[in-house]
């Protein structure tokens, strides 16, 4: 990796895409140290320390994801997430909506005007986002210097407008890195984002080890043990891939002969990436975020209702696994279709060997999917719902958890690939032997 850094620093015109990707992160880091006006940082934090810091609830999952920025209550306080959220929307209107579907299939054209509509998404959403947060925010006392009269309706308008332009801000900058920078800007700045808590995760482990407490000299090396293991397997599923063999018969077109080779198709174990991870936590999460408007009385239904839905809850662990498992396959059968790679092989005179074309397969297809969907959605259930285990059983909390770790693998892998596809393209020895 380092020497792929180190190759990549020699070519002028990737190390200026290096460089202002850099300097594009360091602009996201400072959005992310400056506070919303007419808000009280210093109670918002003890806030978050008491009620949302201690990882029972999906806002501390977002904290973390934002750099800390949510619970600071920065301009970027909802850093990407309705960005992403309006991306998945328009991604499965488009196979829900003829009209979309359309546009999807045009080429560089429909591609702009699906992009133009998720930016409108985005703005509602983010909208909606904004207002919800506040009146997070208006439920706790202290934390907003005004809630009454002309002055708590103008606060309110300040910050709203400042979280929405936070996130148009953000969308903005990683559209730069994607054009300018070293290509894949959103996950990028969602990387940037996690990886800022790192120092954090770290100062509690050392806060641990330093308590002389027997439990936690064992405790550290474990974890550490343990966040190494999962980067190896993180690694090794999502370069993982099952290689079907396709040859292609040979013909005859003029005096030329043509196909005759051997091929085959990959399909990767972790096709869908943390897609299903981020589906199913949106979903599992809305009761969680309901409870965070009504007011609840402690022991009644209610209570007893919202606190299956906790992070640390058997109940959470159970369905998040669930729907992680079903997500996966709902998003690889929408990314697949194997009737379609069927019916292209059969066009190009490309064959599966021992495999009839058509239908068989199709067929053929179908069942390799299932079986490689199915561990992968195993793997990344596990990979999201380990952390709860461990947390259950040790009754510890870091602020890195298996899907930020799955997070930031996989963005490192994929612009790792993104670097030395832009070497091979300028015929760079280093990365070719």
Known sequence: MF??????????????????????????????????????????????SSSIGDGANFLSYLNVMTGGSL??????????????????????????????????????????????????TTFGLALIQAIAYYLVLKRNEGVLNYTSGFSGFFSAV???????????????????????????????????????RGPVAVQTLIAWWQMGDPLYYFLVPAIVILFAVMIYFIV???????????????????????????????????????MPIIFASSLVSIPNMIGTFVNVTPGGFWDHFFSLFNYNSWFYGILYFILIILFNYFYVAIQYNPVEIANNLKKSSGAIPGIRPG???????????????????????????????????????????????????????????????????????????
């Open 3 to 48: 020497e792929t850094w180190r190759n990549a620093f020699k070519q002028q015109d990737l190390r200026k895409r290096i460089l202002f990707t850099l300097l594009i992160l360091v602009v996201y880091r400072i959005g992310s140290a400056i506070t919303v006006p007419f808000l009280n940082p210093t109670v918002l934090q003890d806030v978050f």
């Open 158 to 196: 300040v910050i709203i407008a400042c979280f929405v332009a936070g996130t148009a801000a953000i969308v903005w900058l990683g559209d730069q890195i994607s054009e300018k920078g070293i290509g894949n800007g959103i996950s990028i700045i969602l990387f940037a984002g996690i990886v800022s």
């Open 359 to 433: 239908k068989p397969t199709s067929d053929f297809i179908s069942r390799v999917l299932s079986k490689i969907t199915l561990i992968g959605a195993l793997f990344l259930g596990l990979v999201a719902v380990f952390p709860i285990i461990f947390s259950a059983v040790t009754k510890a909390n870091i602020s890195l958890g298996g899907t930020s770790i799955l997070i930031l693998v996989g963005v490192a892998l994929e612009t790792m690939r993104v670097m030395e596809s832009q070497m091979m393209m300028r015929h760079h020895k280093g990365f070719l032997e």
């Open 236 to 274: 090794f599923f999502t370069n993982a891939e099952r290689r079907i063999p396709v040859t292609y018969a040979k013909r005859v077109v003029g005096r030329k002969m043509y196909g005759g080779q051997s091929s085959f198709i990959p399909l990767k174990v972790n096709m869908s990436g943390v």
């Open 71 to 120: 619970a600071d209550a920065t301009i970027f306080a909802m850093s990407i997430y309705p960005y992403i959220n309006a991306s998945i929307i328009i991604q499965l209107l488009t196979v829900a909506i003829p009209p979309l579907e359309r546009l999807a299939k045009e080429g560089g054209e429909g591609r702009k005007k699906l992009q133009k509509i998720t930016r409108y």
